[in-house]
């Protein structure tokens, strides 16, 4: 079993930034693919930007540019991800969820609430 926390939400101002981090634990050698998810109100979940244990990332054409996904990788194991948001839009409003892929399962985290005001 694998668990995920994340951390860093908040309010911030349109054009402003905000950094999310996400901490595995548990069976984290086993993981595979650590990511990023939001779900904005009525909307479905989508996938913002994830990254492997070899480091290759993965971004939606949405956010390209402006958020940056990094891992922590120590011998080619995956333990926690950040996501660096810049130039921030009232659109980015969301729920944002850390994801860890391990034995081909989806371990997810609680969320944490990023609202940009205009």
């Known amino acids: 079993q694998v668990q995920v926390v994340e951390s860093g939400g908040g309010t911030v101002p349109a054009g402003g930034s905000l950094k999310l981090s996400c901490a595995a634990s548990?069976?984290?050698?086993?993981?595979?693919?650590m990511g990023w998810y939001r779900q904005a109100p009525g909307k479905q979940r989508e996938l913002i930007a994830d990254?492997?244990?070899?480091?290759?990332?993965?971004?939606?054409n949405s956010v390209k540019g402006r958020f940056t996904i990094a891992g922590d990788i120590t011998a080619n194991t995956l333990n926690a991800v950040t996501l660096q948001m810049n130039s921030l839009e009232p659109e980015d409003t969301a729920v944002y969820y850390c994801?860890?892929?391990?034995?081909?399962?989806?371990?997810w985290g609680l969320g944490t609430q990023v609202t940009v005001s205009s």
């Open positions: 548990g069976d984290i050698i086993t993981i595979i693919r």
């Open positions: 994801r860890a892929r391990a034995r081909n399962l989806p371990f």
């Open positions: 990254i492997d244990t070899h480091g290759t990332t993965n971004y939606a």
